[in-house]
């Protein structure tokens, strides 16, 4: 059998996680045509998610790396729906 080690076996776990709190925080928002996320771009909202994250990390995971990684799904956000015309 093989045995494969990981180093963050919860990563997709977590990076659904990390997307719940930025919903949960205003700092993302889903496009209601098309379910894209986009970033709202709020910088206090985007604090509210880091301290939420860091306030109630998931089981096992450090407050830091609830943190890190939901800087990280922000990241990898956009701050516009790529299916909707650009708005003017
Ligand atoms: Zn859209």
Request: proline fraction near 9%.
């Amino acid at each position: 059998m093989l045995m494969t080690k990981d180093r963050r076996p919860a990563f997709r776990t977590i990076e659904g996680w990390a997307r719940s709190v930025l919903l949960e925080a205003g700092t993302i928002r889903e496009c209601e045509e098309h379910g894209w996320m986009k970033d709202r771009a709020d910088p206090y909202a985007r604090q509210r998610a880091v301290d939420i994250a860091r306030g109630n990390p998931p089981f096992g995971v450090f407050p830091d790396e609830a943190a890190a990684a939901v800087e990280d799904v922000l990241g990898s956000i956009g701050d516009t729906c790529p299916e909707c015309p650009p708005e003017e």
